[in-house]
Nanobody, 111 residues
Framework: QVQLEESGGGLVQPGGSLRLSCVSS????????LGWYRQAPAKEREMVAT???????NYAASVRGRFTISSDNFGNTLTLQMNNLRPEDTAIYYC?????WGQGTQVTVSS
């Protein structure tokens, strides 16, 4: 079991960028995959992006081409680079090393 802590959220205008980080209390190389999920108000939590230990990535269709997930070789950091943000990206973003979850970081995209 590891503790996960997200950071990097905030308020950004449409078209802007944010970089989310997730730092683990322990090494992540014991996990087969890591991921970012998000939950908007009154909506279900949804997958945003995942990365496997051999580097395979998967993205939700709504973010493909705008977001990039990366890790320091499953050391202790997971990152989500978010570009060309849209109002519909507004949500709380969570990192996961299943079954562990962080507390989330708020991302708000608004003019």
């Amino acid at each position: 079991q590891v503790q996960l802590e997200e950071s990097g959220g905030g308020l950004v205008q449409p078209g802007g960028s944010l970089r989310l980080s997730c730092v683990s209390s322990g090494r992540l190389d014991r996990f087969s995959f890591l991921g970012w999920y998000r939950q908007a108000p009154a909506k279900e939590r949804e997958m945003v992006a995942t990365i496997t230990s051999d580097g395979m990535t998967n993205y939700a269709a709504s973010v493909r081409g705008r977001f990039t997930i990366s890790s320091d070789n499953f050391g202790n950091t997971l990152t989500l680079q978010m570009n060309n943000l849209r109002p519909e990206d507004t949500a709380i973003y969570y990192c996961t090393a299943p079954p562990n979850w962080g507390q989330g970081t708020q991302v708000t995209v608004s003019s």
